[in-house]
């Protein structure tokens, strides 16, 4: 099938007489006939839902579509982006590891990894994404576990070279990490261009509705956990499963049944049913809304950039944009609905653009279906220093302004308005 019929019917296929549209089982718990079944499932010798906090049919059906999108193995839902990248990373690193990461990352990730991350013992270096290969390879260290990135960074909106970081990665015998949040499967999928493991947000495009919170990891199946020897984890008895070995007992699903079945089991960042269900509708129409949001948004940006009283524009897909390159070879479709800019007169006239704007709304959210507007050096990236944000690619000025569908002229007729009063 291809990837726009794929957001319909994969995932939940319903048998003769069952209901037409996925169901939300709304229950914590399930019956079985025996104590030595459950004890199999528990033993992870047979499959099935024990208990909702690891898995639930509502949820399992919705990460099957979002593997069958990305062209994975597997998914693992979760109960929020920042989960799904917490989890991504603990499944592979512990105390005493180091991971390299984009500092083109939004900035509850650069905090996560930067601040959280530390108190449990993990290191991590901080890297311009934008450098050749070989000052990149300079940070990795012995103990190295992964290196991270975005498809299309927020909200500096850098494109990420996947093969080279998948390069970078391989070469130093650890997996690529691509949070693909902006991109979505529709517009990029990272595991053709080498890529090993994909995180999303969920509440973003893939939800469109800005009604559920939700993240999701997806596997794979490529990499070899025990090539390296660098993960022990992976390729000896788990303890804590009676001496399961997850690469002998679930090969190319190594990484997403371990991230399931330990870190989920222990953190419990689990997403509720009927968030899984509400996402499911988004993702029916997901392919046809982020083509909306790409065309949209590429004529806001030229706009922007023809207009007098903007001081500079960053689209990935404007021609004049040093990203374009790698737009054409990741990102041909389209680059999604984000665009940031500075208006002429700095912070303050960044400011006045915000409170004139009538149409767009300024809000902490971004990418779904309504165009909305945020200032992040004082609000999501608030937390960074001058020098942070700057590393990140983020100046005081900068507006992020996530384009919807509504229709174009009326979003840059609000743009224009609000322009007026800022300048």
């Known amino acids: 099938m291809k990837i726009e019929t794929k957001c319909i019917q994969e995932g939940y296929k319903p048998k003769n007489g069952e209901p037409r549209v996925l169901p939300i089982y709304q229950s914590t718990t399930y019956k079985y006939d025996s104590s030595e079944f459950m004890g199999k499932l528990f033993d992870l010798e047979e499959d099935g839902y024990f208990y909702t906090r690891l898995g639930n049919p509502t949820v399992g059906f919705v990460e099957e579509k979002i593997a069958a999108l990305e062209g994975g193995v597997g998914a693992l839902m979760t109960s929020s982006g920042q989960a799904a990248t917490l989890i991504a990373v603990m499944t592979v690193a512990g105390e005493g590891d180091h991971i390299v990461c984009s500092a083109a990352v939004y900035g509850g990730t650069f905090n996560l990894l930067g601040v959280t991350l530390k108190k449990f013992g993990i290191d991590v270096t901080f890297v311009n994404p934008d450098d050749d290969y070989e000052v990149i390879a300079k ?58 493991i994909v995180t999303h947000s969920t509440s973003k495009y893939m939800d469109g509705h800005a009604v559920s919170l939700g993240g999701v990891i997806v596997d794979s199946g490529n990499f070899d956990w025990a090539a390296s020897g660098k993960y022990p984890e992976f390729t000896t008895p788990d303890e804590s499963y009676h001496g399961a070995v997850y690469t002998e007992r679930f090969g190319k699903s190594a990484f997403i049944v371990k991230a399931r079945a330990q870190l989920m089991r222990d953190l419990g960042s689990t997403p509720s049913p009927q968030n899984a269900f509400l996402l499911n509708l988004g993702l029916e129409t997901l392919h046809l809304r982020i083509m909306r949001h790409s065309e949209n948004a590429m004529k806001v940006a030229e706009f922007l950039e023809n207009d007098d009283r903007v001081e500079w524009v ?20 389209g680059t999604s609905g984000v665009v940031s800019f500075g208006v002429k007169g700095g912070r303050e006239a960044a400011t006045r653009f915000l409170d004139s704007l009538k149409l767009a709304a300024i809000v902490t959210h971004v990418a779904d279906a309504r165009t909305c507007a945020l200032h992040p050096a004082s609000t999501t990236h608030r937390q960074m220093t001058d020098e942070q944000l700057l590393e990140g690619g983020i100046s005081a000025d900068l507006i992020r302004l996530s384009v919807g569908i509504e229709n174009v002229e009326d979003i840059i007729e609000d743009l224009n308005q609000a322009l007026n009063k800022a300048c």
């Open 139 to 196: 940070a990795f260290k012995d103990n190295t576990k992964a290196i991270l990135g975005e498809t299309i960074a927020n909200p500096a909106l850098n494109v990420l070279d996947i093969e080279k970081f998948a390069k970078l990665a391989h070469d130093h015998g650890v997996p690529l990490i691509v949070d693909n949040t902006f991109a979505t499967p529709i517009l990029c999928r990272p595991f053709e261009f080498g890529a090993d």
């Open 314 to 333: 960053n689209y990935p897909g404007l021609k004049s944009s040093k990203y374009k390159p790698l737009v054409d070879k990741y990102l041909p479709l």
